[in-house]
C-alpha cells in the first residue's frame, strides 16, 4: 500500500487493488442475484398459489405465464437431443478441444477461479461472441457448432460464478461426459494406428 501525501498519513489502496475489490464485488452480486433468481423461480409457484387462493378475484396471471421465459440450460440441452448421432459425436469432440483451449489457458477449473475477474469474464465474453457468431447455423447441418460453444459457455459461466444451482448440475452432468467421450473418440484412431503396428 501507497502512503498517501495528504497531511492526515492515511494509506491509499493502488488504483490496481481497487479495481481488483470493485470486480470482485461485481463478480459476488452477480452470483447473489443469480442464487435469489432460482430461489424466486423455486418459491414463486407456491406464493402465486396462496395469493391466488386468498385473492381469486386478482388478475394474477398463472404458473405458465410464471414459466414463459425459457431457461437457456433446458434449450442447448433439448437441441442437442435433437441432433442426429453423428453430429452429438461432433459435439463432444468439440467440446473436449474447447476444454483442452481452456484448460491450456487458465490450468483447469482452480486456475480460472483465480484468474482475475476481467480474464474471467474477457473469456466468457469470447464464448458468448463465438455463440451469438454460430447462431444462424440452429436447425441446419452446422447446428453442432452453436451447441457445442453454448453449452461450453454456459458451463463456464457457471464455474465462474461457482454455480451449484440445479440447472448449473443438470449441465455439468451433461457436459463433463460428453468432454471425455469426446477425449475417447479423439483417442480411438491412435490407438487403432498403434495398435495395427504390432
Excluded at 465474453?125 to 444462424?136: G, H, T, V
Amino acid at each position: 500500500m501507497r502512503r498517501s501525501a495528504s497531511r492526515l498519513g492515511v494509506p491509499v489502496p493502488s488504483r490496481q487493488r481497487l479495481a481488483r475489490r470493485s470486480e470482485q464485488v461485481v463478480l459476488m452480486v452477480q452470483a447473489v442475484t443469480d442464487r435469489a433468481r432460482a430461489e424466486w423461480r423455486a418459491g414463486y409457484p407456491v406464493v402465486l398459489r396462496h395469493l391466488q387462493e386468498r385473492f381469486p378475484s386478482l388478475p394474477l396471471g398463472s404458473l405458465s405465464d410464471a414459466d414463459a421465459e425459457p431457461d437457456p440450460v433446458e434449450l442447448v440441452m433439448e437441441e442437442f437431443d435433437r441432433l442426429e448421432p453423428e453430429q452429438q459425436d461432433k459435439v463432444a469432440k468439440n467440446l473436449a478441444l474447447l476444454w483442452n483451449s481452456f484448460t491450456g489457458a487458465f490450468g483447469g477449473v482452480s486456475g480460472f477461479q483465480a484468474a482475475s475477474p476481467t480474464e474471467q469474464q474477457s473469456y466468457v465474453e469470447k464464448l458468448e461472441a463465438a455463440a451469438r457468431r454460430m447462431e444462424a447455423a440452429r436447425g441446419t447441418e452446422a447446428a453442432f457448432h452453436y451447441v457445442t460453444v453454448e453449452l461450453i459457455r454456459q458451463y463456464i459461466a457457471f464455474l465462474q460464478v461457482g454455480s451449484t444451482e440445479q440447472r448449473a448440475v443438470a449441465l455439468a452432468r451433461r457436459v463433463a461426459p460428453l468432454i471425455d467421450r469426446g477425449y475417447k473418440m479423439e483417442a480411438q484412431p491412435f490407438l487403432h494406428t498403434v495398435g495395427s503396428r504390432r
